[in-house]
């Protein structure tokens, strides 16, 4: 199983980024998948999730700017940030999950850098 994270970069406050997660998984459309993040000197945290039947939630600093999202033909799960802030500055990670076996897979991550 691999997960592969790409879209992070650098970009000034106020802007935008899309990260993209592709995942080699057979049924991906049974995974739950969600996108975390760890911050310099802090603990990973759940940024935003997105169920195997599209249910989403978000981290209350990710509420109003991010957004996740899932095509399942292609394996993938995104996450689109907008009006980024110097505090989202982060290595985010991506993370699939089955909960019927208690099985969970990470991406290597992608650095994101907000500057102000």
């Known amino acids: 199983v691999q997960l592969v994270e790409s879209g992070g970069g650098l970009v000034q406050a106020g802007g935008s980024l899309r990260l993209s997660c592709e995942v080699s998984?057979?049924?991906?459309?049974?995974?739950?998948m969600g996108w975390y993040r760890r911050a310099p000197g802090k603990q990973r945290e759940l940024v935003a999730a997105i169920t195997s039947g599209g249910n989403t939630n978000y981290a209350d600093s990710a509420k109003g700017r991010f957004t996740i999202s899932r095509d399942n033909f292609k394996n993938t799960v995104y996450l689109q940030m907008n009006s980024l802030k110097p505090e989202d500055t982060a290595v985010y990670y991506c993370?699939?999950?089955?909960?019927?076996?208690?099985?969970?897979?990470w991406g290597q991550g992608t650095q994101v850098t907000v500057s102000s």
């Open positions: 993370k699939a999950r089955l909960d019927a076996a208690n099985w969970d897979y």
């Open positions: 998984i057979r049924i991906f459309n049974i995974y739950n």
